[in-house]
C-alpha cells in the first residue's frame, strides 16, 4: 500500500511482513527531506510498524544544516521507534553514506534495535523477514 508519494519519495507499506520501505528518487528541499523523515517516524509509530527499510542508494550528501538536524532532533525520536529491525541501503555517493554512518552508528547514543546496512533491496528485505531466531 503506498502511504506517500513525491518526487523524491516514494513510502509502501507491505501488511504481509509489516514492512514499510522508503525510497529516495534524489534531491529535494530542506523542508521536503525533514517532512519525509516526520512522515516516515509518524507511520512507523501510529501503525506500530516493526521493521522497515531505508533506501537512500540515489539520495545526495545532505547540507550541512539538515545533517545535523538528523543528528541532534531526529535521531532522538528515531532511536525510541518500535522497530525490531531497521534495513538501510547504502548511496551510491560516499558523502552521503559517510554522513548516515556518523549519525546512525554513535556507540555513545545506539539504537533500540537491530539496524545493518546493504547493497540492494532483496537483500534487506530478506533480513528483515527472516525469524529473529535462525
Given at each position: 500500500?503506498?502511504?506517500f508519494e513525491a518526487s523524491y519519495l516514494h513510502l509502501a507499506y507491505y501488511a504481509a511482513h509489516d514492512v514499510l520501505i522508503s525510497q529516495w528518487y534524489g534531491r529535494c528541499t530542506s523542508s521536503e527531506y525533514r517532512d519525509a523523515l516526520?512522515?516516515?517516524?509518524?507511520?512507523?509509530?501510529?501503525?506500530?510498524?516493526?521493521?522497515?527499510?531505508?533506501?537512500?542508494?540515489?539520495?545526495?550528501?545532505?547540507?550541512?544544516?539538515?545533517?545535523?538536524?538528523?543528528?541532534?532532533?531526529?535521531?532522538?525520536?528515531?532511536?525510541?521507534?518500535?522497530?525490531?529491525?531497521?534495513?538501510?541501503?547504502?548511496?551510491?555517493?560516499?558523502?552521503?553514506?559517510?554522513?548516515?554512518?556518523?549519525?546512525?552508528?554513535?556507540?555513545?547514543?545506539?539504537?533500540?534495535?537491530?539496524?545493518?546496512?546493504?547493497?540492494?533491496?532483496?537483500?534487506?528485505?530478506?533480513?528483515?523477514?527472516?525469524?529473529?531466531?535462525?
Amino acid at each position: 500500500m503506498v502511504l506517500f508519494e513525491a518526487s523524491y519519495l516514494h513510502l509502501a507499506y507491505y501488511a504481509a511482513h509489516d514492512v514499510l520501505i522508503s525510497q529516495w528518487y534524489g534531491r529535494c528541499t530542506s523542508s521536503e527531506y525533514r517532512d519525509a523523515l516526520e512522515r516516515f517516524m509518524h507511520y512507523v509509530v501510529s501503525m506500530n510498524i516493526q521493521y522497515a527499510i531505508s533506501d537512500r542508494r540515489l539520495l545526495p550528501p545532505l547540507s550541512d544544516e539538515d545533517a545535523q538536524w538528523t543528528t541532534e532532533v531526529f535521531l532522538e525520536g528515531f532511536r525510541k521507534l518500535p522497530l525490531k529491525r531497521f534495513a538501510i541501503i547504502k548511496s551510491f555517493s560516499s558523502s552521503a553514506g559517510k554522513q548516515l554512518h556518523n549519525s546512525i552508528c554513535n556507540k555513545y547514543r545506539p539504537l533500540s534495535f537491530e539496524a545493518k546496512s546493504f547493497n540492494d533491496l532483496t537483500s534487506a528485505y530478506d533480513w528483515l523477514t527472516t525469524p529473529e531466531h535462525v
